[in-house]
């Protein structure tokens, strides 16, 4: 049980200084030594929306009121999109992205992993010596098996971590987490030391914890329960304390506001990879939810297997009373029974159980969507209440059942190593998987196989690789792996835009299967019909087939493409175009280019052609004048100022 204290935090006792600051240095080191393998690693994964693709990270110094003023995804679309529910709005480690940019003469992703394992390995020493502070633990020698250390080491071994460090954008995560941890220092010492400069320093800190991460908000519940859980303060301090930090709390949610135009977007999106419940009834959300709240814990007691990648359908659908959902039920219902029956015991599980809970909630789907079933991202923040219930399991539980003092110790190293050891070697090897998003995506596929992002992804890779592949025998297998997981994407899902994209794309090189790619291409114009990704690539291939053989398949595409999409220029450019150069049907071919010019009136094509067209009906005014808007859109086309000449000779006969 924590005892509650009253007394000034006994760190500030004289130990000697090896004994004092030894502990933070193995925490530090330990965090270098597992992600050590990650320094020379590039961008992977969502990097790019953050760093590598984002303009205003990509400005530096220029480009710092840019991040604090949109939303977070803009500086890589361009525009502000709500692709998730609520938006996004972290601008402080992008903004630090950006400082980096400017200060290292532009992207240096060694810097940006080395300074992720360093605010690593901070986060476990802050977290150490809180618990040093709270349970009144000495930094003596005997820091070994005490709960402080074995939360932090645990913490910083701990493999569901590796998303979150080796991925350069889990920034976020880190400082949402480090600056909250910080905030709760301060309030500490404030209550010690009864200075208000403590109490306005963990406001600060919380809010710049909040401008990392929005699920810092949820250390405005933590922060008094732990000043409850562990000193003697009366209620009524820790209501204002409470009171004080919903000040930082308050202006993040009206900056978020403004910056946003609203709280939580009402509308969800209809897209099944920012929404996974799409097509989920209201029982198999609540049952799919309950599940992976399961695999949570699962996942923090046996980390294998890890993947990046928990998007539709490597979830699967369950249903409320399927029992997965019912024994996660009963689990979390019996955590939560537990931590309240002993609150008011002040007992130190029913601490973790409760941090662990409250800030799990606010990423559980429950209170809103947070667009995919689960990440491991997630339980970054909560983990701590795990690690913090089974370090108080070794170091006061486990003894109890060990009648020889001689052994007590032996027993309880063995049991330290027997956890960290396999957690050590699975963090640093699952660290390789993180080495780009080749490695990454044909790595986790074969976890995730299931997930519709992941197999697309993992296709999209292959089909590079065979592109740029010299070796026959490689350049077919990989073609033949982006076919399978293509495929495979596409039974997932089969309305995925970009899945049936790159499937068409993959048909064009490997075999040479025009035709079957320009249906892929047409599936999604037929529930996307402004797709331009679709209409560039369907166009590129129509180009492909030979006009004199295919003239009739082309003309019967661009008509059905006509009927999806009356308003595309370059669909009625080539109708116009085929109608007149292989039909001789001048009539269709005037209509279909005059609509294109009218389409696309920076397109020259449709100008030459059409001016072609009244010169075979001896239209010679109206030609001239085409031929003219042609030469006007491109200046440097010789057979235009030709066609202009004849023109203008005919004319004046």
Known sequence: MAKPISRPNPIQEKPDSYSRYLPHFILIALAFVLYCNTLFYGYVLDDAIVIKDNAFTKKGFDGLADIFKYDSFTGFFGVQKTLVAGGRYRPFSIATFAVEYQLFGGFNPFVSRLINILLYGFTGVILMVIFQRLLATKADKKWLLTIPFLTAILFISHPIHTEVVANIKGRDEIFSLLFSLISLWCALLYLDRKKFYYIALSGFWFFIGLLSKENAIMFLFIIPLTVYFFTSQPLKKVFTMAAILLVPALLFIFIRYKVLGYLNSPELPKELLNNPFLFATFGQKIGTVLYTLGLYVKLLFLPFPLTHDY???????????????????????????????????????????????????????????????????????????????????????????????????????????????????????????????????????????????????????????????????????????????????????????????????????????????????????????????????????????????????????????????????????????????????????????????????????????????????????????????????????????????ITNHLISQ
């Not at 030459?608 to 003219?628: C, E, H, P, T, W």
């Open 311 to 645: 998007y539709p359908y490597h979830i699967p659908l369950v249903d409320l009373m399927d029992l997965k959902s019912v024994i996660s039920f009963i689990l979390y219902a019996a955590m939560g029974v537990y931590a309240l029956i002993k609150i008011r015991k002040k007992e130190l599980v029913s601490f973790g159980i409760i941090f662990y809970l409250s800030t799990l909630f606010i990423v559980s789907n429950l209170l809103f969507s947070v667009g995919t079933f689960m990440n491991e991202r997630f339980v970054y923040m909560p983990s701590v209440g795990f690690v913090l219930v089974l370090s108080f399991i070794i170091v006061e539980i486990v003894p109890k059942y060990i009648k020889s003092e001689k052994l007590r110790p032996m027993v309880l190293n063995g049991l330290v190593l027997l956890i960290l050891v396999p957690f050590g070697i699975k963090t640093f090897v699952r660290n390789f998987a993180w080495k780009d998003d080749f490695t990454l995506f044909t790595t986790d596929v074969k976890i995730s196989e299931n997930s519709l992002k992941c197999t697309t992804s993992a296709g999209g890779k292959y089909m590079e690789k065979a592109q740029a592949e010299q070796d026959p025998g490689e350049k077919e297998k990989d073609f033949q792996l982006a076919l399978k997981y293509l495929n495979q994407a596409t039974s997932i899902y089969p309305y995925n835009n970009n899945s049936l994209i790159l499937l068409g794309n993959t048909l064009v090189f490997y075999k040479a299967d025009y035709k079957a790619a320009i249906s892929q291409y047409l599936k999604v114009l037929a529930f996307d019909p402004y797709d331009k990704n679709a209409y560039s690539n369907l166009f590129k291939v129509i180009a492909m087939l030979e006009d004199a053989k295919e003239i009739d398949y082309k003309m019967n595409v661009l008509h059905g493409i006509n009927k999806i999409n009356p308003e595309n220029g370059d669909a009625n450019y080539l109708l116009g175009k085929l109608y007149g150069q292989y039909k001789g049907n001048l009539d269709s071919a005037e209509y279909f280019l005059v609509k294109a010019t009218k389409l696309s009136p920076e397109n020259p094509l449709p100008y030459k052609d059409l001016g072609i067209v009244y010169g075979m009906r001896k239209n010679y005014g109206a030609a001239l004048q085409s031929f003219q808007a042609a030469l006007k859109l491109d200046p440097k086309d010789t057979q235009v100022q030709q066609n202009i000449e």
